[in-house]
């Protein structure tokens, strides 16, 4: 059986590489991990009485950033239902480490973590993202200020989907 960190870098491996998919057996296991326009898939199957499915718990031990490419225009959504482009420059996107549910705050009767106009830290927390019933905490991984938020409570995230719009 593969370990954690073994599944991890498969995981880099598919997601920086050119193919779709794939498989991996061993002694019972099955490992099958499908890429679709920047989401990665990974499902562990082990064979039972009742051929239930297994996924495993894995945790990134480090926070992935997504590299700080400037970026040029951001569309809003303005109040009126129109959409009003804004010039941007040097915005930095934290962007979501997992698939999971996004959560502004720790708890559903707390204030949100931050919001629009909010200035951070790099190592403050911004949100949570649930997978799995495990509860990741994200940091900002820059020092600015929030310009805006993309996601709203309770939405579910994919991996590398940008979560917060930052002004260093």
């Known amino acids: ?14 997601d920086q590489s050119s193919i779709d998919e794939f498989v991996y057996e061993n002694e019972g296991s099955k490992i099958k991990m499908k890429k679709n326009a920047a989401a990665t ?26 590299p700080a490419a400037p970026v040029q225009e951001v569309k809003k959504e303005a109040a009126n239902g129109e959409t009003a482009n804004v010039e941007a420059t040097n915005l930095h996107k934290i962007t979501s480490p997992m698939v999971g549910t996004f959560y502004a705050s720790p708890t559903p009767d707390t204030d949100a973590y931050v919001k629009a106009g909010s200035v951070v830290s790099k190592d403050s927390i ?25 996601v709203k409570n309770g939405q579910l995230v994919e991996y590398g989907q940008p979560l917060f719009l930052v002004k260093p």
Do not use: D
């Open 1 to 14: 059986m593969l370990k954690v960190q073994e599944i991890r870098e498969l995981i880099k491996l598919v």
């Open 41 to 66: 898939y990974v499902s562990h199957a082990v064979p039972t009485a009742l051929e239930a499915e297994f996924v495993p718990a894995v945790q990134p031990v480090a926070h992935v950033a997504a």
């Open 126 to 150: 911004v949100c949570i993202v649930e997978a799995m019933k495990l509860f990741n905490e994200i940091e900002a991984e820059v020092n600015g200020e929030i310009v805006e938020v993309l």
